[in-house]
């Protein structure tokens, strides 16, 4: 920080005009979101409330933990990782480096659940959770439906640890975590009325030019397959007639220009009335197939 300026002359104000100007001339987007969310963290207190403080002086120690997060975050790693938390569908959920951080794309995700588990009307639904990662799905699935039960698996035994910490912070007893690797485990038999997954989509080739706070700080293997991008969709296309309910549906996430071979895939496992969804960009993200007819026929 400036050092013409003492310590006892930081007042809340000040440093969020300096710190957001200092990231804005390094190109940061959000800048005073960002020192606000900093500054709110360090200060154990709500956003909206910096605004009603901007003349608190800030002591010696508030400054030098400011200063410590602020810093690593000029070094790209995520604000999300930094505060050690985030928002996903209105509650907030434990995040750090083990985990993928939730993104609003995946809301759109867990929304198209919602909507197919109430076009399932099935009073208490069985609900497959690939991937778990924060446990993100599984805990507004879970939060949203607690008639229903919800199996997550992930294979990362670190990222099951994080996904613990949030169903037991939202109080969920509806939610059962579950080390598994999609590739050898069918899940012994078991059905399910609804398989979701954001699954790894990024292909190898396109890992290298994602934005250094995705490639450097978040986990690579939930990120990539290694691969074309491909091969956990394809997975979870070969596995879905095995893990579905009559009548029940695949829900998955993917990326950009994978909705015509992932919709391939879909038909060729024999899933049926396969839908599209875009996110907010416009961009086609969410897909969805039907196994068999919907009890009661078509919707």
């Known amino acids: ?19 957001a100007e200092y990231l804005r001339a390094r190109g940061f987007e959000e800048a005073r979101c960002t020192v606000d969310l900093l500054l709110a963290h360090v200060l154990r207190l709500e956003r909206m409330s910096l605004y009603l403080q901007f003349d608190r002086p800030l002591t010696p120690a508030e400054l030098q933990q400011f200063k410590s997060l602020f810093k690593r975050r000029l070094e790209h790693e995520p604000l999300q990782y930094i505060v050690g938390e985030t928002s996903f ?11 993928l951080i939730p993104r609003p794309e995946t809301e759109i995700l867990v929304e ?43 294979a990362s035994v670190d990222a099951l640890g994080t996904a613990a910490r949030n169903v037991a912070r939202h109080g969920l007893t509806n939610v059962t975590l579950q080390q598994a690797d999609v590739f050898s485990e069918a899940m012994n038999g078991r059905r399910f009325h609804l398989v979701v997954s ?4 990024v292909s190898a080739a396109e890992f290298g030019n994602l934005q250094s706070e995705i490639r450097d700080f978040e986990p690579r293997m939930a990120t990539t397959d290694e691969g074309d991008g491909y091969r956990f969709l394809v997975r979870l296309c ?33 899933l049926l009335r396969i839908e599209t969804f875009n996110d907010y960009a416009g961009i086609p993200r969410i897909m969805r197939g039907w196994k068999d007819e919907p009890r009661g026929g078509r919707r």
């Open 1 to 19: 920080m400036a050092t013409q300026v003492s310590a006892q002359q930081w007042n809340v104000l000040s440093l969020l005009e300096w710190a």
């Open 89 to 99: 569908m209105g509650l907030t959920l434990f995040v750090d480096r083990t985990v």
């Open 112 to 154: 198209r659940a919602l909507e197919t588990l109430r076009l399932l009307a099935v009073p208490a639904p069985a609900i497959l959770d690939v991937g778990t990662g924060s446990g993100n799905i599984a805990v507004a699935l879970g939060h949203s439906m607690p008639g229903g039960a919800v199996v997550s698996i992930d």
């Open 198 to 201: 954001n699954p790894p989509y």
């Open 238 to 270: 070969s596995l879905a007639p095995h893990l579905l309910e009559s009548g029940g549906a695949l829900l998955v996430e993917i990326g950009y220009s994978q909705s015509e071979r992932v919709e391939e895939m879909m038909r060729e496992a024999g």
